[in-house]
C-alpha cells in the first residue's frame, strides 16, 4: 500500500476530535413521520418542481427535474403525501429559508421501480445521459452535480482521485464509510474510470485512518483493480482540498484560476464514488448519505439518514444534546457555518453536524489590528498573501484583491485560525469574492447589450443599403431596357447619379464595421481582451473538497 506522497505548502493540524464519532459503526436511520426536502441541494440552479400538495409519490420518484446545465435532479425520500410546497429552514450559510417539498410519510416505504444500469455495454456519454436524472451531487462540501463532473471532457482525463482524506476536524462519516463499504465505493470508482475515460484510480486517505486505509486497499485487493493505487498522506489540513490532494498524490500543481481537470485529473468524494455505485448497481437515485452527529451529545455517531430528515430527529438518535449546549455548525470547524434551526433537513452537503458548548467552541474574541506578522502567510495552502488580500478587501479596493489572486483563495480557514488579530479574515474574502463575481456578470451583461446594440446597428444599415441597392437596380433595368429612349438626355443623367449610389452604397458596405472599437489606449485593448477571454470561457467547478 501508498503511493508517492509530494509536499504541498502551508497547512497546519488544529485538534482533530474524531475519536469521539469514529468508533460506533454507521446507524441507519429509522423511517420518520416527515420529510423536508429542499429543491436547491447543489451548486447551479434548483431542481424545477414536479409535484403539488396533494400528490402521492413512491420512494425514489423525480420531484424536482435539473434545470439548466448545473443541477441535479431530487427525488421523493420515501412514499407518502406532498402535504406543502413552501419555504421551510434550511441549512445554508445565508440562514434563510428555500423552497422546499414536505412529505408526510405514509409508512409503507414503497419504491419506483429501480432499474440497474448495465454501464459496461454503454459508451461514456449514454453513461453520462442515464445519470442526468439521478440527483448525484458531491458528498465533500461543494454539492457539484456528479453527472456534470462525469461528463466527456475537452481535456483528456487521465487520472481519478479518490479523496478519503477528510481532513476537517470532527468530520468522520469518510472513515466509517471505507472502514464498512470499500468495495461499493471502490466499485463506484471503477464506473467513474469507464465514464471519464481515466486510465489510473488514486485513492488519497489521511494517516489517522488506518483502517479505512486497509479496508480500502482489502477491496482493491479484492476486487483485482488495474493501476489503482491507496496512498496513505500525513494529517495535515486542508489536505482534502482538490488543488492540495492532486499535488500530494501526483506532484502537480493546479495553476492559479484553473481546476484539477485543466491538468486531466477528476477529483471525487469517497462518498460520491459510492452513491454512484447505488445508482448504477441498484439503479437508486441518491436519497440517502451518511452524516456525523458529534460534540456535545450523549453518543456521538455517523448515521445513515435519508435527504430531507430533519436534523433534530439525528441528533436525538445520537442521545440528545447535554446540558449547556450552545448552537451548531453544520461541517466542520474551519469551513462550516452556524445552523440556525435544527428543524432544516438533510440535504446532499450535510457531512456533520457539531452540537455547541462554549468549552469546546469559546466564543470569538474581538478583531484587533493586523500587526503584520506574517503567520497567515505561512500556513495558506494557496500560497497566497492572505493579510494583503485581507487589506484590499477591507478597503473595497478590490482590484487589487483579485490581482492577489484573491479568486485562488479556497475559504479552508487556516489563515483566520492562526491569526493572532483574531481577524475573520475569511469573511472578508467571502465578501470580497462575492463583490468581484456580481462585477463580472454586470460587466458580461453589458457586454452583451452592446454587442446587440451594435449588432442591430449593423443590420439596420445593412437594410438600409440593400433595399437602396434594390431600388437602384431597378431603375436601372428599366433605363437599360429601352422603357426610357436611350438618347434621352433626361434619362441619361438619372442613370448615371443611380449608379452613382450604388457603387457608394458598395464602398460603405465595404467599408462598414463597429466605430468603437478602434483607437483604443493599451488599457482599453487589454479590457477588451480580459472580457472576451472571459465571454469564452466555459463555466467551471468551484470545487474546493470533492
Ligand atoms: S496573521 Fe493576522 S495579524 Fe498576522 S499578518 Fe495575518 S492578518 Fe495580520
Ligand atoms: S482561507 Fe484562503 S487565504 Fe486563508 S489560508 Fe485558506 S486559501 Fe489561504
Redo the contacts with the bound molecule.
Sequence with gaps: MSGKVYPIP?GLHPAEYKDISNDRPILVAPLSERYVVPLRQHIGEPARLLVKPGYSVLKGQLIGAPEGRISAAVHAPTSGRVIAVEPRPVAHPSGLPDQCVVIEADGQDTAVEMQPIAWRDLIPCELHQRLANMGLAGQGGAVFPSHVKLAPSPIPIETLILNGAECEPWITCDDRLMRERATEILQGAEIMRHALGASRILVGIEDNKPEAAQAMQAACDQLKLGNAEVTVVPTRY?SGGAKQLTQLLTGLETPSGKISTDIGIQVFNVGTAYALYRAVELGEPMLSRIVTITGHVAQPVNIEARLGTPIEELIRLAGGELPEASGHLIGGPMMGFELNDTAAPVVKAVNCVITKNLALFPHHPPAMPCIRCGQ?AL????S?Q?FE?YWHAKSKNFDKARAYALL?????????HVCPSHIP??DF?RFAKSEIIAADRASQASEIARQRHEFQLLRQEREKREKAERLGKKATERLDSGAVAADDPEAARKKAILEGAIERARQAKEAARPQNTENLTPEQQQQVDEIEARRTAPPQDTETQA
Excluded: K, T
Design positions: 502551508g486542508p497567515c500556513v495558506c495552502p494557496a497566497l492572505p488580500m485562488d483563495c479556497i475559504e479552508c480557514g487556516c489563515c483566520s479574515l475569511v474574502y
